[in-house]
Nanobody
Framework: QVQLVESGGGLVQPGGSLRLSCAAS????????MAWYRQAPGKQRELVAA???????NYARFVKGRFTISRDNAQNTLYLQVSSLKPEDTAVYYC???????????WGQGTQVTVSS
């Protein structure tokens, strides 16, 4: 089992920045890849950025160079630096880990990001 705990969300003005963190614990060696998703009110959960097992990174089109995903293996922590925030970035941001064995994935509880003036 892998447990994920997100932090770093909050209220920020348009154009502002935040650094989201996702601390992983448990069977760290079973993690194949990690990603950030988000879910806005009334909308489906969507992929924001993924850090794959080979080190490659995928970003959603709406990121457009504003977000950066990174991982500190020594700290077992995944980060998402979000910058140039827009009101439409308001959502709960979730950390996800794809695992090599059952249950094959793990989710954190989410951290709220609200962009408003």
């Amino acid at each position: 089992q892998v447990q994920l705990v997100e932090s770093g969300g909050g209220l920020v003005q348009p154009g502002g920045s935040l650094r989201l963190s996702c601390a992983a614990s448990g069977s760290i060696s079973s993690i194949n890849s990690m990603a950030w998703y988000r879910q806005a009110p009334g909308k489906q959960r969507e992929l924001v950025a993924a850090l794959l097992s080979g080190g490659s990174i995928n970003y959603a089109r709406f990121v457009k160079g504003r977000f950066t995903i990174s991982r500190d293996n020594a700290q077992n922590t995944l980060y998402l630096q979000v910058s140039s925030l827009k009101p439409e970035d308001t959502a709960v941001y979730y950390c996800n880990a794809a695992l090599r064995g059952p249950p094959f994935e793990s989710w954190g509880q989410g951290t709220q990001v609200t962009v408003s003036s």
